[in-house]
Nanobody
Framework: EVQLQASGGGLVQAGGSLRLSCAAS????????IGWFRQAPGKEREGVSC????????YYVDSVKGRFTISRDKAKNTVYLQLNSLNAEDTAVYYC?????????????????WGQGTLVTVSS
């Protein structure tokens, strides 16, 4: 079964850090880009970061550049999102997702597999 399992969310104070994990099963990172998306209450889903399948190039939405870092461990078939310097605007349910194709797509239009989401709450 093709599956993504996201974890690592929680409650953190503003300025704090969390590390989210996305464990994949049933498919390989070698031919799938992995992205992180988030959806805050009352807002549309937003693409946050993506790591490309071929050379591991990383992409970020402007609002998280310099604060979030995406990485992967191919041996564990797991992608991580390190969240630093968190603020209240980062509060959201975070989802990891996989898609194939020629490039990372933070618009989320061609997602093949979605993880179940993990809640990040930042208190101010």
């Amino acid at each position: 079964e093709v599956q993504l399992q996201a974890s690592g969310g929680g409650l953190v104070q503003a300025g704090g850090s969390l590390r989210l994990s996305c464990a994949a099963s049933g498919f390989s990172f070698d031919d799938h880009h992995i992205g992180w998306f988030r959806q805050a209450p009352g807002k549309e889903r937003e693409g946050v970061s993506c790591i490309s399948s071929d050379d591991g190039t990383t992409y970020y939405v402007d609002s998280v550049k310099g604060r979030f870092t995406i990485s992967r461990d191919k041996a564990k078939n797991t992608v991580y999102l390190q969240l630093n310097s968190l603020n209240a605007e980062d509060t959201a349910v975070y989802y990891c997702a996989a898609h194939s194709g020629s490039y990372c797509d933070l618009r989320g239009r061609n997602i093949e597999v979605w993880g179940q989401g993990t809640l990040v709450t930042v208190s101010s």
